[in-house]
């Protein structure tokens, strides 16, 4: 279970900013692990992208440095008011993940970071769902999230990390099959590659 510092993360920015910059040095910085999800990926201006659950816009201000068309969605209306001040080239809306008030195939790409340890299983299938409807054909959804470490050297410090700011639910994610998941969604290819000992992964998968 998550302590205290969980809430304070989410209250305080500052402290929610010097967590992630401290938890993405196993990967080499903050701005390495902000861009892993859109490594291989090829985006323009008129590249229609969604930043799901986008927080605060971290991964929003690089997305915007490429395509004319990104939105923002989050259910958080603190975090789209912190992600428009920060960001204001992109458009925001405030929806649930499950639910997104889009027309089917209206994007290129669906991009999320870190935000489905969070959810429950239900609401996970759910937003599988939403991502594939969402998407056009030939579209790819890149995520990066926890994943169980491979190298036992990591688990220590991501059992710490998972006991002080996240619930059950990220403990579920690193049992979940994930690309098993998104294949039984419909995603027809899902390459994946392991980072900081195994224990974050990113997907791409493709309609």
Not at 16 to 42: C, H, K, N, P
Not at 105 to 130: C, N
Request: hydrophobic letters at 40%; a negative charge; charged letters at 20%.
């Amino acid at each position: 279970m998550a302590t205290i510092l969980r809430d304070w993360s989410y209250r305080y920015q500052w402290l929610y900013d010097s967590i992630s910059w401290l938890a993405a040095i196993a990967v080499g910085g903050e701005t390495r692990f902000r861009q892993l999800a859109l490594q291989g990926l090829t985006l323009e201006k008129n590249t229609k992208v969604l930043d799901l659950c986008c927080g605060a816009g971290p991964v929003t201000e690089y997305l915007v440095r490429f395509s004319d068309q990104v939105t923002g969605l989050d259910a958080s209306p603190n975090a789209i008011k912190r992600a428009s001040q920060r960001v204001p080239q992109a458009q925001y809306v405030e929806a649930f993940a499950e639910r997104m008030p889009f027309e089917d195939q209206t994007f290129d790409v669906v991009h999320t970071s870190a935000a489905l340890h969070e959810m429950q299983p239900e609401q996970l299938r759910a937003i599988l769902g939403e991502v594939y409807r969402v998407l056009k054909p030939n579209g790819v959804f890149t995520l990066v999230d926890f994943h169980q470490p491979t190298n036992p050297l990591f688990f220590p410090g991501v059992a710490l990390f998972l006991g002080l700011f996240e619930t059950e639910t990220a403990w579920q994610l690193l049992k979940t099959d994930l690309v098993g998941e998104l294949k039984q969604v419909g995603f027809r290819r899902c390459d994946r590659t392991l980072h900081a000992g195994g224990s974050l992964q990113v997907i791409q998968s493709y309609v």
